[in-house]
Nanobody, 122 residues
Framework: VQLQASGGGSVQTGDSLTLSCTAS????????MGWFRQAPGKGREFVAA????????YILDSVKGRFTISRDDVKNTVYLQMTNLKPEDTAVYYC????????????????WGQGTQVTVSS
């Protein structure tokens, strides 16, 4: 499955952004979907995941209450709504897909999109 992430940008502290991840060739409804990020000089970090039909969600503790993951299988899109952004949220954000829930919960995603840059300035 080909994944396309979009919606990044340069914002100020406290602003909001919504990232979108759209799949081509196959529908996202067949997959558990996740968002990851990689800040400059750091490793890739899990941010959020959502199961089939939105049956479960899992959010990184440090972004709970600020980030929300959702999916619209009709639009074949997964979203990451980010509010009250902080400079430490600056990173390249990637979406990913996993067919198996155990692999999704183990952060072992099979398909990855290209990243979208989020830059938060103070």
């Amino acid at each position: 499955v080909q994944l396309q992430a979009s919606g990044g940008g340069s914002v100020q502290t406290g602003d909001s952004l919504t990232l979108s991840c759209t799949a081509s060739e196959r529908t996202v409804s067949n997959y558990h979907m996740g968002w990851f990020r990689q800040a400059p000089g750091k490793g890739r970090e899990f941010v959020a995941a959502i199961g089939w039909g939105g049956g479960w969600t899992y959010i990184l503790d440090s972004v709970k209450g600020r980030f929300t993951i959702s999916r619209d299988d009709v639009k074949n899109t997964v979203y990451l709504q980010m509010t009250n952004l902080k400079p430490e949220d600056t990173a390249v954000y990637y979406c990913a897909a996993a067919a198996d829930v155990n692999r999704a919960l183990a952060f072992e995603y099979e398909y990855w999109g290209q990243g979208t840059q989020v830059t938060v300035s103070s």
